[in-house]
């Protein structure tokens, strides 16, 4: 079975709701209205130990990271960040005060950046770390995963660079590189082995945005995985080219990797992917703090790169 | 290191909040701020298999369960359930139709009895079978844990059937005795395996006394935990008997057990503890719902059973 089968199951299984459920599954966050001026977004997301954190990452990080996963769907909604919840299971291993200590810091910072406080939690003891996190925020706007015929197709920032951390991290994690080595790469390709270790949500973007667009959702499972949530479009590795940065060029050659096929598989990068017939506008209310780049327009029927049939991408769990 | 030790780190890190926030750890549920009319509270319960489901319940009693374990907090606040996400970590022996329907079932079919429709989640692939749900609510006045001097401190219905039920499921786990005895048992004692099975919230009751009670928090580690968060009181052994059900105090002759212990030590059980001046008026209110006793008072300082220094009771985890 894999994870797309039991969703369905899911989803036919979760049959009751009600008129206050604007959007339940099936979007980057639920949307509830509170009244007719704004709605709750809400959102969850677990990171298990042994398939989503790399074990290079600090305590610090991980915190950091469990917090942007979540307020990064509340991002990608337009909405202002309300507040963090925190399950948590802890083996042995991590129930000593370093390690609790160094988690709950770096979710304590992000928290500050994102201006999102963590409110509760929930405390356990398990056979491995995992960790839980949902987080809330409001808005009047909700955006949805979507777009209309002519909007162009835009993502801020870069793509590429968590991919080509995750590759060297595998080599390490396989042997087939030593750690020595795998921190000579890193010390070549710090931005690279940054944004593994401390990606961030774009919650200004998202915010300043939200009037100027049609769609958003983030890009946590690659962007050929989130782009087939938009429906029909097209898109051209010409313009993907130039979300990728200089470091990532390089990256590739020096490891024989294709840099397209590394930016559409590329998970947990946390930029947007949005739509808009307003491109200028939206480049100008986020300038301050963020570059956003075309890479293709919404279109009547299909989904094409670079005129071609278009395959998609990303990363499906199976048991 | 237990529970407590690393409850206490995480409160001494998490230091950020603002304005929003009207009670972040600490009770029940969090409480935030969304305009001057209302509150949005919300909490997270996470289950894991190995120390928090009894591997008698059938998938559709751990779906029930899940839900029920955090609209009960909701309950206790006196809010109105809003929605649900749950975040789920499947093992290879779960990740299969028959499983995944029957606990989604049990979910829908508590949603509707909560009016609490369950709008999202992450699906995950781990080694055990974890479950980590997050409701949330809103009201215009919560309820949080304490009294003011003088109060009835109060219990909805009952209490003791829970921990006879696990009495009777630890006695089948560690082979003390036979599954032919322990179905033999359960038939015996019905009403006490269907509290197990089958815990319902009291989020009716929450509602309806909120205007009339100064404090309350639901019972999910046992009133003899749950009681300090009062901070002080006195309460009464001849008063708690009469929360005691016939069936319970036959259970605790037939096993030899003391049914106050029984009563101070039952868990998961979600009826309401409460503190209130308008003992009246509350037992008018529910009165179509659940019957209420009185069990003690709030006073000035101290603990007290029976007019000695109360010890307490309860679950605490340990690394």
Redesign the interface.
């Known amino acids: 079975?894999n994870?797309l089968e039991?969703?369905e199951?899911?989803k036919n299984?979760?049959?009751?709701?009600?008129e206050?459920?604007v959007?339940?599954?099936g979007d980057d966050?639920?949307v509830?209205k509170?009244d007719n001026n704004f709605y709750?977004v809400?959102?969850?997301?677990?990171m298990?130990k042994?398939?989503?954190i790399p074990s290079i990452l600090t305590p610090y990080e991980i915190g950091g990271r469990v917090l942007t996963a979540n307020v990064s769907d509340i991002a990608s909604m337009g909405a202002k960040p309300?507040?963090f919840?925190?399950?948590?299971?802890?083996s042995?291993e991590e129930?000593?005060?370093d390690f609790?200590?160094g988690l709950?810091?770096g979710?304590?910072d992000f928290?500050?950046l994102y201006?999102c406080?963590?409110?509760?939690?929930?405390?356990?003891?398990?056979?491995?770390l995992?960790l839980?996190g949902?987080a809330?925020g409001?808005t009047k706007n909700p955006i949805y995963r979507k777009g209309e015929v002519g909007d162009d197709i835009c993502v801020t920032n870069d793509l590429g660079r968590v991919y080509c951390a995750l590759f060297l991290y595998y080599k390490l994690k396989y042997n087939k590189i030593s750690y020595k080595e795998f921190e000579k790469f890193c010390q070549k390709y710090p931005k690279i082995i940054e944004k593994l270790r401390k990606p961030i949500a774009r919650v200004k973007e998202g915010l300043l945005m939200n009037n100027f667009i049609n769609g958003c959702c983030d890009i946590s499972d690659g962007l050929g995985k989130e782009i087939t949530y938009f429906k029909n479009f097209e898109i051209y590795s010409d313009k993907i080219f130039k979300l990728i940065p200089e470091d990532v060029i390089e990256f590739c050659e020096e490891f024989n990797l294709n840099p397209i096929e590394v930016v559409l598989n590329s998970g947990e990068e946390f930029e947007l992917l949005f739509t808009t017939s307003k491109f200028n506008k939206v480049k100008d209310v986020v300038k301050n703090h963020s570059k956003i780049y075309k890479i293709g327009k919404i279109i009547e029927e299909g989904q094409f790169i670079d005129g071609e049939e278009f395959y998609g991408g990303g990363y499906i769990?199976?048991?």
């Open positions: 079975m994870e039991i969703i199951i899911i299984t979760l049959k009751f709701s009600n206050n459920i959007k339940g599954i966050c639920a509830i509170l709750l809400a959102t969850t997301d677990m298990i042994k398939t989503h309300l507040a919840l925190l399950s948590i299971s802890l042995k129930a000593n005060e609790i200590k709950y810091s979710l304590n928290s500050k201006n406080p963590v409110v509760g939690g929930d405390t356990n003891k398990g056979d491995e995992i839980s949902t809330f409001i769990h199976k048991w």
